[in-house]
Each structure stands twice: as structure tokens, then as C-alpha cells.
């Protein structure tokens, strides 16, 4: 137990410089609905009331500050709320979006009950049993998300009785809201808490539990008993997390050695504290750009109007949606758009990723292909956008041009001498001695 308490001193003096850093930071205040479960009377509405509320925030709970400003007047005064927040987590940029903006972050409000947790690594937190005159105060819980997918955060607040003062108590909050990785990349997706050192809750323990859904599949990643120093068996070998950072500075991020495509879902952080749960949810997105190929590779030579078979196949690539087209660059350097073949069905290979193919019947007198030139296949992905190029050589086109008659001239002229040279140098030297034998006869 003495390990955890110089630990949680050395927590403590990180988070009172970070407590004097953050004072200086503005974060005045911020618009969130307040909600919560209206009074059943059949005890089995769920109905919940939204109403309008704002906070305001200060990192420094003697700053009085704020008392003298008046709420904006569609706000009822019994939601406006004076949070103070030491390790301003309230405070970061994504949840401040500049003046004007049309996109504002999302927040809520609701009324939190503080419960003894049943999971299997958070229930020692409780076991001791806390002091129960902390617990009887108002307490709330907030959950916020960021522009853009940069930040998504969650606070646990305390006020004493109808006061209308939380303390932020315990927080979680991500910077990898929304993110994605390509196949075999390290992945990791960020949390990291904060827990009030004045609060009687600070060094009573942590859990921290990492979830995983996709499609109403779930399972459990990660389960770390922070006061056992016990990490619960969980079968995801390629999981893990940095323990010295987590207890030093409440990181628990968590680190996926190798990307794959069974890993894209939504990821649940959650922190536990003695009868208090916090926890934000990532997306992680795992995004392949196909590999193109093209068959037959070279293209055989064609004479107008012969048609060709050119195939794209596009492996390797997730998520499914994927574009292929076609394009044509002339000798002239004009690019012509060939459209996008005929697709096939996609297919799923064993690691998750997709192939899929593009056939192209190539009519050179058809199309207007002239002599020639590349024919592209182009694939877009969300990944990036791919390329791959083949050469098309057309012989003898039709309707040649003067210099094309020229040049045949020439060539046949060329090949007329050829021959003539070739029959003189052989005649006289002939290896078939029997030809000349058989003249002779005759
Ligand atoms: C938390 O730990 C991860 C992995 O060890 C690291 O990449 C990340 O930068 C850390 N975050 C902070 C805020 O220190």
C-alpha cells in the first residue's frame, strides 16, 4: 500500500502544476442539456425531460469571478451551474469552438447515483466500504464531445447538497475520438484520466476496463485491477496498456501491436473509482487502400477493330466501398474516361480485407483509341486513391494519314530491295544443292 501512496503524492504534485498551469487558462463557459428521467408515475416511462443549462468554469474554486455574470435569460437559473475544475479538462480547444462557428460540441448533463461497481476488477474498490458522508451530496455526471472527432471527455461532479457548485471529482477523456489506422500499424487509442487529489476518493484505488462493439458484438479487451495491481485474463494477447504510465499519470491508453480489420468497432474506456464510473467511447476505423492489378500485362498488339479483354483487380482493401474506372491517355496526351468495366462481386479474403475486379472489353476503332497510348485503372478508396497503367499499341490503323502512305511507301519499297538482295546473295551460295540438281534434271 506505501508504493501507492508515494505514487498518488507524485500524482498529486504533477496535477498542482498542472492546477497552475491551467488557471491561466480561460474556459468560461459552456452550453450543455441537462438531462434527466422525468418522475415516473407508472414507474415504467422512460420518458426524460431535456432542458437548456450552462456552466461555468473556473480552475481555481476561490475565483468569485463568475457571480457577477447574468445567464443568458432563456436559461432557467436553477440550471446554471459554477463548476470548478482544477485540471480544466473543460477546457480544451475542441470543446471551445471560436466565436460563430455553426457546429457546436455536444454536452450533457445528467444526475449520477454513486454505486458500489459489480464488475469482477473494480468490486475491491468498494470492499472497505467509503465513507458514506461523501456520498450524500448531488452529484452529476457530464459527457461532451469535441469538433471534428478530436476529443471526446466525461466528468464525474460533486456538489454539495442543492448547492450549485460541482467539483469535477473524476474525469476521462480521449484525443483519439475518431481515428483510423492502416493494416499492421501500431494503434493507439488515447485515454487518460484525472481524479481531484483533495477528494477523500483520491488513492482509494482505480480499475480500468476497455471494452469492445461492433454491431451489438461486444467483448472485453482489457480489465485492470488497479488496486490488486491485477490484470483480468481477457484473451486479446495484443492488447495492452502502459502500467507505470497509468499509475504515475492516470494514461490508460491503449495500445493494439498489430492494426487488422477485426479491430475496426467502437472502443468503451472506462474508469472506475469507489462508487464512481466514468468512461468515454472511441471509433476505430482500420482503412486498406487497394492494390491494383492489371491482366493481360503486356497488352498483345491489335489491329483496329480487333477487341481486347483488359482486367483490373483490386485486392486487399477495406472497408468495402471502392470505386474502379477506367481512363485512356492518348499519344496526343488527351485523357478520355473509359467508364468503370463491368464489376465483378467482391470477394472477402481470411484477414478481412476485399478484392474485387474490373473487366474492359477495349475496342480500339470504337472507342477512338487512334495508334494507341495507356490505358489506366483507377481505384478510389477512402484509404487514397490507386493507379495502374498498361501500354495499348493499335497496328495499321485505317484511314491512314499522308505520312502513314508515305511511310508505307517506303517500307515497301524498303522490303522489295530486301528481297531482291536477299534472293541475289542466296541463289549463287544455295545450300539445297538438290533444288539446283532437280533444275538441272529438268
Ligand atoms: C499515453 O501513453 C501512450 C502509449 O504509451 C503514449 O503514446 C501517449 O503519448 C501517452 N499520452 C500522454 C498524454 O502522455
Not at 420518458?47 to 456552466?55: D, I, T
Not at 481531484?196 to 476518493?201: A, E, I, T, V
Not at 486498406?288 to 492489371?294: D, G, Q
Not at 466501398?321 to 468495366?341: C, N, P, T
Amino acid at each position: 500500500m506505501t508504493q501507492y501512496w508515494t505514487i498518488y503524492k507524485i500524482l498529486a504534485i504533477t496535477l498542482a502544476s498542472a492546477f497552475i498551469r491551467a488557471s491561466h487558462n480561460s474556459c468560461p463557459v459552456m452550453e450543455c442539456w441537462f438531462v434527466q428521467e422525468k418522475p415516473g408515475r407508472g414507474g415504467f416511462s422512460a420518458a426524460v425531460s431535456q432542458e437548456k443549462s450552462l456552466m461555468y468554469i473556473r480552475t481555481d474554486p476561490d475565483d468569485r469571478s463568475f457571480m457577477q455574470l447574468h445567464p443568458p435569460a432563456d436559461i432557467d437559473q436553477s440550471r446554471v451551474y459554477y463548476v470548478t475544475d482544477p485540471a480544466a479538462s473543460f477546457c480544451h480547444a475542441p470543446l471551445h469552438p471560436p466565436e460563430g462557428s455553426v457546429t457546436k460540441p455536444q454536452c450533457e448533463i445528467n444526475p449520477f447515483v454513486p454505486h458500489p461497481s459489480t464488475v469482477r476488477w473494480a468490486t475491491s474498490l468498494t470492499e472497505s466500504g467509503q465513507s458514506p458522508i461523501h456520498l450524500q451530496a448531488d452529484w452529476f455526471s457530464v459527457a461532451a464531445q469535441g469538433l471534428d472527432g478530436k476529443l471526446v471527455f466525461s466528468a464525474i461532479m460533486r456538489a454539495p447538497s442543492g448547492s450549485k457548485e460541482p467539483h469535477v471529482i473524476l474525469s476521462v477523456s480521449s484525443r483519439t475520438a475518431s481515428v483510423h489506422f492502416r493494416l499492421g500499424e501500431r494503434v493507439m487509442l488515447d485515454c487518460g484520466f484525472w481524479v481531484d487529489p483533495s477528494s477523500p476518493l483520491s488513492g482509494a484505488g482505480f480499475s480500468v476496463e476497455w471494452r469492445y462493439q461492433f454491431r451489438g458484438d461486444g467483448r472485453l479487451v482489457l480489465a485492470y485491477d488497479g488496486k490488486n495491481d491485477r490484470l483480468a485474463d481477457t484473451g486479446e494477447p495484443d492488447a495492452a496498456l502502459d502500467f507505470n504510465a497509468l499509475h504515475e499519470t492516470g494514461n490508460a491508453s491503449l495500445i493494439l501491436e498489430e492494426a487488422q480489420v477485426r479491430h475496426s468497432g467502437t472502443y468503451i474506456c472506462s474508469v472506475y473509482l469507489p462508487n464512481l464510473l466514468a468512461q468515454v467511447a472511441l471509433d476505430l476505423e482500420i482503412v486498406e487502400p487497394p492494390s491494383l492489378s492489371i491482366f493481360p500485362s503486356p497488352l498483345p498488339l491489335i489491329v483496329p477493330g480487333q477487341v481486347v479483354s483488359v482486367q483490373c483487380e483490386a485486392s486487399g482493401f477495406f472497408p468495402l466501398s471502392l470505386e474502379l474506372a477506367w481512363e485512356f491517355v492518348g499519344a496526343d496526351g488527351q485523357l478520355l474516361s473509359l467508364g468503370q468495366g463491368s464489376l465483378s462481386g467482391h470477394k472477402q479474403a481470411s484477414d478481412g480485407t476485399y478484392s474485387q475486379s474490373s473487366r474492359l472489353e477495349l475496342d480500339s476503332t470504337k472507342l477512338g483509341l487512334g495508334r494507341g497510348g495507356e490505358v489506366i485503372c483507377v481505384g478510389n478508396h477512402m484509404g487514397g486513391t490507386r493507379k495502374v497503367k498498361v501500354t495499348l499499341n493499335v497496328i495499321g490503323v485505317s484511314a491512314p494519314s499522308i505520312e502513314d502512305s508515305m511511310m508505307m511507301v517506303v517500307v515497301a519499297l524498303g522490303l522489295y530491295g530486301l528481297i531482291k538482295v536477299f534472293s541475289r546473295t542466296v541463289s549463287p551460295t544455295g545450300t539445297s544443292n538438290g533444288d539446283t540438281k532437280d533444275k538441272k534434271g529438268n
